[in-house]
């Protein structure tokens, strides 16, 4: 079965650190998201890619974060400096409708810890 | 804003037992409902979903129904076993905006 692939899937870093999370969609997805989940709440939309466009990064923090899809392909989360509330698991999803009527499928995750 | 309010957890059953958790939804539009499973550690998974009114999502053993006079979608299990411990999120998504998950409810199964 596809699978959305992400790494690292742990991350601890120190605070004002740069650090950078990966993510690969199933083949053929062109739509890719990005989500946080802080521990105990529902994931909550930063970015989502349409091919290497962006669509939505309405939540997305600009002064810290950052998100590239150059190729339309696989995408790249970035955060600098971290800083300690970013502690969370960032969950990157793929779909076959922009809409998400299928639903999505998302990878394992990369769990952040900022120390 | 379309939202999504599930029933507040934890929920702790014996094994066998019957399972529902509550989901209401709050859309402008007509969005499809889904119910997604998060095991500790791994991201969600899709479990079942439903696109229109009256649909029914089923999958291993779970079912939803999409109830628009209700605005609801209650999961709900015959019987639960130790294996269906997790977290499980209520979400919807319609054309206009991204999918808005509630904020789960955790599940434990006793033997």
């Known amino acids: 079965e596809a699978e959305v692939a992400q790494s690292p899937r742990y991350k601890i870093t120190e605070k004002s650190q740069a650090v950078a999370f990966w993510c690969d969609p199933i083949s053929g997805h062109a739509t890719l998201y990005w989500y946080r989940q802080i521990l105990g709440q529902g994931p909550e939309l930063l970015v989502q890619f349409q091919d290497e466009s962006v669509v939505d990064d309405s939540q997305l923090p600009k002064d810290r974060f950052s998100a590239e899809r150059l190729k339309g392909v696989d995408s790249t989360l970035k955060i600098q400096p971290a800083e300690l509330g970013d502690s969370a698991m960032y969950l990157c999803?793929?779909?076959?409708?922009?809409?998400?009527?299928?639903?999505?499928?998302f990878g394992s995750g990369t769990r952040l810890t900022v120390v | 804003g379309d939202s999504v309010t599930q029933m507040e957890g934890p929920v702790t059953l014996s094994e066998e037992a019957f399972l529902t958790i509550n989901c209401t939804y709050t859309a402008t539009g007509y969005p499809s409902l889904f119910w997604y499973v998060q095991y500790p550690g791994e991201g969600l998974q899709l479990l079942l979903k439903a696109t229109k009114a009256d649909d029914k999502g089923s999958n291993k053993g779970f079912e939803a129904t999409y109830r628009k006079e209700t605005t609801s979608f209650h999961l709900e299990k015959g019987s639960v076993q130790v294996s269906d411990s997790a977290v499980y999120f209520c979400?919807?998504?319609?054309?206009?905006?991204?999918?808005?998950f509630g904020a789960g409810t955790r599940l434990t199964v006793k033997p």
């Open positions: 999803a793929s779909s076959l409708s922009p809409q998400g009527n299928y639903g999505y499928t």
């Open positions: 979400a919807l998504s319609d054309l206009s905006n991204d999918m808005r």
